[in-house]
């Protein structure tokens, strides 16, 4: 046990240190690469590190330097990487939270310590209205606002009397909050399962039994997979058409859910196919790098390096300069993939919301096609509650 | 809120349906039960005879789901992807026995925790690196896709049936096989003493090996038949693990009779609590509220089920060591 001990300090002591002093901007991204949830961290990553690709090694002229740490999806951890990011490498602006739960525990502090991060997916609702903050921005979307965009389209659609699905948790909560925002029908039930389940057999059968129209679930990750599957395999797939947002649909679910998804419209804020010059662009170039079509939250990865180097252009890499900074990246001037974009007064996405639909791709594989647009520059609820100084 | 109308089983719905509703829950507690049994079942032996705990043996279920996935999507045959991700896990299994587990017999409970932890980890990580981030598909073979009207009127899915028949299958094959065979007397003898067990000339080591293949190939098995209902992917083994846990502390460690009773157990409790506990809270909380309390009562219903089970019994219903 000793001498394993020894070994494994000697190991950490010789590690090269990667504290050089040098020009380059530093970038801190904490994200989540472990757990079952790895391939959304590594998303963000790769949608990041194309945009400094595409600058070879610079954004907006400015030469970059990317941390890159995995938080395991834990708050304490990303709060520890997160100061030692702020103290040993003295990083002054940051990215990549996957998870709202982890964003909530880590940003207060980072902004409050006068380092601007830049959210490229968490979008709680907590730090969009009251907790809001003039050094935190949001280049993804406001939690709500990929529920919202299918309750409007579910409601004008002619729904009824819809089933909702979430996990019993506060996110699960905030987004069937979310649809029902929008969506004025009766509701057949209202059910919370258990964060992680696996099975889903026993909510299934009590669905059918209430006889909805139509079923809403927000389910991440595997939930939705094995709710899905097991959704098509009751046979009601054919019966009862399924929304939801467009977590449990990205491209890389897809795969693991096969057939059963086809036909279900979600809701995001971008899609592959979304006919805009940048868009294209950053579509075939990943494909490119990667060898697979990007998803929402490669999109999300690679607009937050893209707003971070429209503002560092402006200071010309002075991240000294915060006041500038903060101001130029207000201003949200860079390229979006999504067309027009534009920041709301909490510093939260003005942008259009889509209603998706999934298709064959033709190649064997199962992708999404943009069906229609159901909000146009649309914000969120929270502007109002947001007093900024 | 206060617009919204909600419609909830067993309120203005005839009899026989609520019947019928019920009976098709008790098949998916007996589906979600006999799963838990095939991961029960080796983990209880491992516990019982080798004295190990085993937190890894998630991690066999993940192999069994991952090799089987995989063999089936390259092969297109289901039944060789079921050949192939048996063999996988017990082979793996008995690697796993003979590299790390040997080393822990003589050492306490948390030196054991600690290196099947460690497993856990080393596993999931070695999936993420052969296999990616990204859960793989596995879809029900064709000649078990669709549906059966067993309770008329109520489609049930035809491959949860059949993972219905393998499960008891399994069950009746370790009973005979622990009831009428020599090596399985001989396993029971080392799970009731073991030191009794090698003074009479029993080859402990290799029946520790076996019931380590035996065991993982169980945990393989059920992996493998999770693979078409549940996403596979890295880590799926620690949510059943938890489960599987409770079940042999019901059941009593050491014993497949008390794993299989348990197994049933936790999976009707599980499965009933959670169909039926939000109407049953409906009757005297306001529906919005009711919703809430019943989802967290219903997520700790097992748990209580072990607490009562427990101060009644200690040791378990049927413990090996009686």
Not at chain 1, 266 to 279: E, I, K, R, Y
Not at chain 2, 41 to 55: C, S
Not at chain 2, 201 to 230: D, E, Q, R
Request: net charge positive; aromatic share 10%.
């Amino acid at each position: 046990m000793k001498k394993l001990f020894m070994v494994l300090v000697l190991f950490v002591l010789l590690l090269p240190s990667t504290t050089w002093a040098t020009k380059p901007v530093k970038i801190g991204m904490v994200t989540t690469l472990s757990t079952k949830a790895g391939y959304l961290g590594e998303e963000v990553r790769d949608g990041f590190k194309l945009a400094i690709a595409q600058e070879e090694g610079k954004l907006g002229g400015v030469p970059v330097e990317l941390l890159v740490e995995d938080d395991g999806r834990d708050p304490g951890k990303a709060k520890q990487i997160a100061d030692r990011f702020m103290k040993r490498d003295d990083v002054k602006i940051m990215t990549g939270l996957i998870f709202s739960n982890v964003a909530i525990a880590v940003v207060p502090k980072v902004v409050r310590s006068d380092v601007l991060y830049i959210s490229p997916n968490a979008g709680p609702s907590a730090l969009a209205g009251k907790g809001c903050n003039k050094n935190y921005f949001n280049v993804a979307y406001q939690n709500d606002n990929l529920d919202e965009v299918v309750g409007k389209y579910v409601n004008e659609a002619g729904f009824k009397n819809v089933y909702l699905l979430a996990p019993n948790y506060p996110a699960g909560k905030d987004h069937l909050a979310g649809f029902k925002r929008y969506y004025k029908g009766a509701i057949a039930g209202e059910v919370y399962t258990k964060l992680g389940q696996s099975d889903y057999a026993p909510e299934i059968a009590a669905l059918r039994d209430a006889k909805p129209d139509g079923v809403f679930f927000f389910l991440p990750g595997g939930m939705g997979i094995n709710f899905i599957k097991q959704f098509s395999q009751a046979g009601l797939n054919k019966t009862i058409p399924v929304f939801g947002p467009a977590f449990s649909f990205d491209e890389r679910l897809l795969g693991a859910v096969g057939a059963a998804a086809l036909g279900v419209k979600n809701g995001s804020q971008w899609t592959h196919d979304l006919d805009v010059p940048a868009n294209r662009q950053f579509v075939a170039a990943f494909r490119e790098a990667y060898g697979r079509t990007p998803t929402l939250y490669a999109s999300q990865g690679y607009e937050a390096a893209r707003l971070i180097g429209s503002a560092l252009k402006s200071v010309e890499g002075d991240v000294s300069k915060l006041d500038a900074l903060r101001a130029a990246l207000r201003k949200a001037d860079f390229e979006s993939v999504r067309g027009d974009f534009a920041f709301a007064a909490n510093q939260h996405p003005v942008q259009n919301l889509y209603i998706r639909e999934v298709v064959e791709d033709g190649a064997g594989g199962y992708t999404n096609k943009t069906l229609k647009t159901v909000f146009t520059a649309h914000s969120n609820a929270y502007v109002d509650a947001c007093k900024m100084d | 809120m206060s617009c919204t109308t909600y419609g909830h089983p067993g309120n203005g719905v005839p009899f026989y349906v609520l019947m019928l509703l019920i009976i098709e829950q008790i098949l998916n507690g007996l589906q979600l039960g006999v799963t838990l049994f095939l991961m029960s079942a080796g983990l209880t032996l491992i516990f019982g005879i080798m004295q190990v705990i085993n937190l890894a043996h998630g991690s066999f279920y993940m192999i069994g789901a991952y090799v089987g996935a995989t063999v089936t999507a390259r092969s297109g045959s289901f039944l060789l992807g079921l050949l192939a991700a048996l063999p996988a896990a017990a082979l793996v299994g008995m690697l796993v026995e003979a590299i790390v587990l040997r080393r822990l017999y003589k050492k306490d409970h948390v030196d054991q925790v600690l290196a099947t932890f460690g497993l856990i980890m080393f596993f999931n990580e070695l999936t993420r690196i052969i296999w990616g981030r990204q859960p793989l598909f596995m879809d029900v073979p064709a000649w078990l896709s669709g549906t059966v009207e067993i309770i008329p009127g109520i489609p049930y899915p035809s491959y949860r049936i059949a993972v219905i028949g393998v499960g008891l299958l399994v069950a009746l094959f370790l009973y005979l096989m622990f009831a009428h065979t020599r090596i399985g007397m001989q396993i029971r003898a080392g799970a009731s003493n073991r030191e009794m067990a090698g003074a009479l000339g029993i080859n402990i080591k290799l029946i520790y090996t076996l019931v380590f293949g035996l065991g993982t190939l169980l945990a393989g098995l059920a992996g493998m038949m999770a693979g078409p209902i549940l996403a596979v992917e890295s880590g799926m083994g620690e949510s059943i693990l938890i489960l599987t846990f409770v079940v042999i502390v019901i059941g009593g460690i050491g014993s497949v009779r008390g794993a299989f009773i348990g197994a049933l157990l936790v999976g009707m409790v599980d499965t009933l609590g959670r169909a039926f506990m939000p109407a049953f809270f409906r009757l005297f909380l306001p529906t919005a509220h009711a919703d809430g309390v019943a989802a967290s009562i219903a997520s700790m219903s097992i748990y209580i089920l072990m607490a009562i089970i427990l101060v009644w019994r200690p040791k378990g219903l049927l413990p090996a060591h009686a």
